[in-house]
Protein backbone atom coordinates (compact mmCIF):
# COMPACT_ATOMS: atom_id res chain seq x y z
CA UNK A 1 0.00 0.00 0.00
CA UNK A 2 1.03 3.42 -0.94
CA UNK A 3 2.02 5.79 1.87
CA UNK A 4 1.52 8.47 0.15
CA UNK A 5 -2.09 7.91 -0.42
CA UNK A 6 -2.94 9.30 2.74
CA UNK A 7 -2.26 12.95 2.34
CA UNK A 8 -4.79 14.61 4.78
CA UNK A 9 -2.96 14.81 8.12
CA UNK A 10 -4.49 15.77 11.62
CA UNK A 11 -4.23 19.60 11.41
CA UNK A 12 -7.37 20.43 11.77
CA UNK A 13 -7.12 22.07 15.23
CA UNK A 14 -9.47 20.65 14.31
CA UNK A 15 -8.11 21.30 14.23
CA UNK A 16 -7.61 20.58 16.02
CA UNK A 17 -8.10 21.32 13.62
CA UNK A 18 -7.25 20.65 15.35
CA UNK A 19 -9.03 20.72 13.16
CA UNK A 20 -8.19 21.48 14.93
CA UNK A 21 -10.42 22.40 19.17
CA UNK A 22 -13.77 23.99 19.80
CA UNK A 23 -10.37 22.59 19.03
CA UNK A 24 -9.68 21.40 23.02
CA UNK A 25 -5.84 21.26 22.55
CA UNK A 26 -4.06 22.31 20.22
CA UNK A 27 -6.49 24.85 18.39
CA UNK A 28 -9.22 25.78 20.98
CA UNK A 29 -12.69 25.00 19.57
CA UNK A 30 -11.52 22.18 17.23
CA UNK A 31 -11.30 18.11 18.58
CA UNK A 32 -8.09 16.88 19.03
CA UNK A 33 -7.73 14.71 15.70
CA UNK A 34 -4.39 12.87 15.37
CA UNK A 35 -3.86 10.45 12.40
CA UNK A 36 -1.71 7.44 12.86
CA UNK A 37 0.42 8.02 9.62
CA UNK A 38 2.12 10.54 8.70
CA UNK A 39 2.85 12.29 4.99
CA UNK A 40 6.42 13.16 4.45
CA UNK A 41 6.84 16.73 3.24
CA UNK A 42 4.56 19.91 3.61
CA UNK A 43 0.82 20.14 3.91
CA UNK A 44 -1.07 22.89 4.64
CA UNK A 45 -4.92 22.64 5.59
CA UNK A 46 -8.25 24.98 6.11
CA UNK A 47 -10.21 23.60 8.95
CA UNK A 48 -13.97 24.93 10.94
CA UNK A 49 -14.77 23.66 14.22
CA UNK A 50 -18.06 23.94 15.57
CA UNK A 51 -19.78 23.40 19.30
CA UNK A 52 -21.96 24.17 22.22
CA UNK A 53 -19.23 27.18 22.94
CA UNK A 54 -18.80 28.87 19.79
CA UNK A 55 -17.31 28.33 16.14
CA UNK A 56 -13.58 27.95 15.25
CA UNK A 57 -11.80 29.29 11.64
CA UNK A 58 -8.16 28.24 11.20
CA UNK A 59 -5.32 27.54 8.80
CA UNK A 60 -3.00 24.93 10.02
CA UNK A 61 0.05 23.38 8.39
CA UNK A 62 2.15 20.36 9.19
CA UNK A 63 6.02 19.05 8.50
CA UNK A 64 6.82 15.31 8.23
CA UNK A 65 10.60 14.24 7.26
CA UNK A 66 11.24 11.99 4.55
CA UNK A 67 11.47 8.94 7.42
CA UNK A 68 7.54 10.01 8.29
CA UNK A 69 9.03 9.01 12.08
CA UNK A 70 7.26 12.04 13.08
CA UNK A 71 5.45 15.09 12.64
CA UNK A 72 5.05 18.56 13.45
CA UNK A 73 1.69 20.66 13.29
CA UNK A 74 0.42 24.20 14.16
CA UNK A 75 -2.11 26.42 13.30
CA UNK A 76 -3.95 30.16 13.93
CA UNK A 77 -7.67 31.12 13.55
CA UNK A 78 -10.38 32.73 15.56
CA UNK A 79 -12.98 31.78 17.48
CA UNK A 80 -16.42 33.12 17.81
CA UNK A 81 -17.47 32.68 21.46
CA UNK A 82 -20.97 33.99 21.18
CA UNK A 83 -22.50 35.95 23.85
CA UNK A 84 -20.81 38.92 25.29
CA UNK A 85 -17.27 37.59 24.87
CA UNK A 86 -17.03 38.22 21.30
CA UNK A 87 -14.22 36.56 18.94
CA UNK A 88 -10.95 35.92 19.66
CA UNK A 89 -7.50 34.90 17.91
CA UNK A 90 -6.30 31.08 18.66
CA UNK A 91 -2.93 29.35 17.96
CA UNK A 92 -2.30 25.72 18.54
CA UNK A 93 1.26 23.35 17.89
CA UNK A 94 1.38 19.78 18.51
CA UNK A 95 3.96 16.82 17.85
CA UNK A 96 3.14 13.30 17.06
CA UNK A 97 5.34 10.18 16.84
CA UNK A 98 3.85 7.23 14.51
CA UNK A 99 4.20 4.03 15.82
CA UNK A 100 2.91 1.29 13.19
CA UNK A 101 4.87 0.28 10.01
CA UNK A 102 4.64 2.68 7.11
CA UNK A 103 2.76 0.48 4.56
CA UNK A 104 -0.02 -1.34 7.74
CA UNK A 105 -3.17 -1.66 7.54
CA UNK A 106 -3.38 -0.51 11.34
CA UNK A 107 -1.42 1.62 13.33
CA UNK A 108 -0.66 3.35 16.37
CA UNK A 109 0.98 6.71 17.93
CA UNK A 110 1.10 8.69 20.83
CA UNK A 111 0.89 13.09 20.46
CA UNK A 112 1.10 16.06 22.90
CA UNK A 113 0.31 19.95 22.71
CA UNK A 114 -0.53 23.21 23.24
CA UNK A 115 -2.77 26.06 22.34
CA UNK A 116 -5.17 28.63 23.26
CA UNK A 117 -5.86 32.32 23.11
CA UNK A 118 -6.06 35.22 24.21
CA UNK A 119 -8.40 35.62 27.58
CA UNK A 120 -12.31 36.81 27.00
CA UNK A 121 -14.64 37.68 29.60
CA UNK A 122 -18.07 36.46 29.68
CA UNK A 123 -20.96 37.78 31.76
CA UNK A 124 -23.71 35.80 32.65
CA UNK A 125 -27.28 36.75 34.23
CA UNK A 126 -28.46 34.08 36.82
CA UNK A 127 -32.13 35.17 38.06
CA UNK A 128 -33.81 34.49 41.52
CA UNK A 129 -37.40 35.04 42.59
CA UNK A 130 -37.50 36.76 46.08
CA UNK A 131 -40.84 38.20 47.93
CA UNK A 132 -40.38 41.37 46.97
CA UNK A 133 -39.63 40.26 42.92
CA UNK A 134 -36.96 38.48 40.96
CA UNK A 135 -33.66 39.32 41.36
CA UNK A 136 -30.99 39.45 38.48
CA UNK A 137 -27.18 38.54 39.04
CA UNK A 138 -24.59 39.32 36.70
CA UNK A 139 -21.26 37.01 37.06
CA UNK A 140 -18.39 37.66 34.90
CA UNK A 141 -15.55 34.40 34.40
CA UNK A 142 -12.94 34.31 32.31
CA UNK A 143 -11.91 31.78 29.66
CA UNK A 144 -8.60 29.39 30.09
CA UNK A 145 -5.76 30.44 28.14
CA UNK A 146 -3.99 27.38 27.72
CA UNK A 147 -4.85 24.23 27.15
CA UNK A 148 -2.36 20.66 27.14
CA UNK A 149 -3.58 17.19 25.30
CA UNK A 150 -1.63 14.75 25.66
CA UNK A 151 -3.16 10.90 24.30
CA UNK A 152 -2.63 8.34 21.90
CA UNK A 153 -4.29 7.36 18.58
CA UNK A 154 -4.98 4.28 16.81
CA UNK A 155 -6.32 3.36 13.28
CA UNK A 156 -7.08 1.64 9.99
CA UNK A 157 -6.41 2.43 6.30
CA UNK A 158 -7.68 1.06 2.93
CA UNK A 159 -6.20 2.02 -0.25
CA UNK A 160 -8.80 3.07 -3.14
CA UNK A 161 -6.98 2.83 -6.50
CA UNK A 162 -3.08 4.28 -7.11
CA UNK A 163 -3.65 7.50 -5.61
CA UNK A 164 -7.26 7.33 -3.75
CA UNK A 165 -7.97 5.83 0.57
CA UNK A 166 -9.30 6.37 3.01
CA UNK A 167 -8.23 5.96 7.05
CA UNK A 168 -10.47 5.56 10.15
CA UNK A 169 -8.90 6.40 13.54
CA UNK A 170 -9.67 7.71 17.36
CA UNK A 171 -7.64 9.38 19.39
CA UNK A 172 -8.35 10.07 22.86
CA UNK A 173 -6.46 12.18 25.14
CA UNK A 174 -6.12 13.96 28.90
CA UNK A 175 -6.47 17.78 28.19
CA UNK A 176 -5.34 20.17 31.30
CA UNK A 177 -6.46 23.50 31.45
CA UNK A 178 -4.71 26.60 33.02
CA UNK A 179 -5.84 30.06 33.65
CA UNK A 180 -9.13 31.82 33.27
CA UNK A 181 -11.80 31.70 36.43
CA UNK A 182 -12.48 28.23 36.02
CA UNK A 183 -8.98 27.75 37.51
CA UNK A 184 -6.66 24.62 36.24
CA UNK A 185 -8.24 21.51 35.61
CA UNK A 186 -8.23 18.29 33.37
CA UNK A 187 -10.47 16.29 31.65
CA UNK A 188 -10.65 12.87 29.83
CA UNK A 189 -11.90 13.54 26.04
CA UNK A 190 -12.12 10.91 22.72
CA UNK A 191 -12.38 11.72 19.22
CA UNK A 192 -12.76 9.84 16.10
CA UNK A 193 -11.94 10.81 12.79
CA UNK A 194 -11.94 10.30 9.06
CA UNK A 195 -9.44 11.59 5.94
CA UNK A 196 -9.80 11.03 2.76
CA UNK A 197 -7.36 10.91 0.11
CA UNK A 198 -8.79 12.95 -3.07
CA UNK A 199 -6.08 12.90 -5.02
CA UNK A 200 -2.63 11.92 -4.61
CA UNK A 201 -2.44 15.94 -2.74
CA UNK A 202 -5.98 16.79 -1.87
CA UNK A 203 -7.38 15.50 1.00
CA UNK A 204 -10.91 16.29 3.41
CA UNK A 205 -11.14 15.26 7.12
CA UNK A 206 -14.13 15.17 9.16
CA UNK A 207 -14.25 14.30 13.06
CA UNK A 208 -16.22 14.10 16.24
CA UNK A 209 -15.07 14.68 20.25
CA UNK A 210 -16.98 13.80 22.86
CA UNK A 211 -16.35 13.01 26.91
CA UNK A 212 -15.93 15.21 29.86
CA UNK A 213 -16.71 19.09 29.88
CA UNK A 214 -16.03 22.42 31.75
CA UNK A 215 -18.69 25.39 32.60
CA UNK A 216 -19.30 27.94 29.89
CA UNK A 217 -17.25 31.21 30.35
CA UNK A 218 -13.88 28.65 32.25
CA UNK A 219 -12.80 27.41 28.92
CA UNK A 220 -12.45 24.41 27.32
CA UNK A 221 -15.53 22.35 25.91
CA UNK A 222 -18.82 22.50 26.92
CA UNK A 223 -19.91 19.60 25.04
CA UNK A 224 -19.06 17.73 21.78
CA UNK A 225 -17.26 19.20 19.07
CA UNK A 226 -17.28 18.75 15.47
CA UNK A 227 -14.78 19.46 13.21
CA UNK A 228 -13.98 19.34 9.26
CA UNK A 229 -10.64 20.26 7.09
CA UNK A 230 -9.44 19.99 3.37
CA UNK A 231 -6.16 19.91 2.92
CA UNK A 232 -2.94 19.73 -0.27
CA UNK A 233 0.18 17.95 0.09
CA UNK A 234 2.70 21.04 -1.22
CA UNK A 235 5.56 19.45 -1.57
CA UNK A 236 7.17 15.79 -0.48
CA UNK A 237 11.06 15.13 0.27
Same mark, same amino acid.
Given at each position: ???????? @?????????? &??? %??? !????????????????????? @??????????? =?? #?????????? *??????????? *?? /????????????? #??? %? @?????????? !????????????????????????? %????????? #???????????? $??????????? &??? =??? %??????? /???? $???????? #???????????? !??????????? *?? *?????????? @?????? =??????
Amino acid at each position: MRTTTFVV @LSVVPLLTVA &VAR %PAA !GQITGAPVLQNVWATPGIVGA @LDIGSGSGGSV =YA #AAGSWTPGSG *RFELSGGLGYQ *RM /GGTAGSRGVYGVR #AAI %P @LGGASSTFGF !GGFAGIGGGQGKTFSTQDTAFTPGG %PLVTVVDST #ASTVEIPVGVAV $GWRHAIGATHG &VSV =YAS %PSYTFFS /GGSG $GSGGLIRA #AIGADFGITSKL !GATVGFEFGGK *RE *RGFGGPTGSL @LGLGVS =YAFSRP
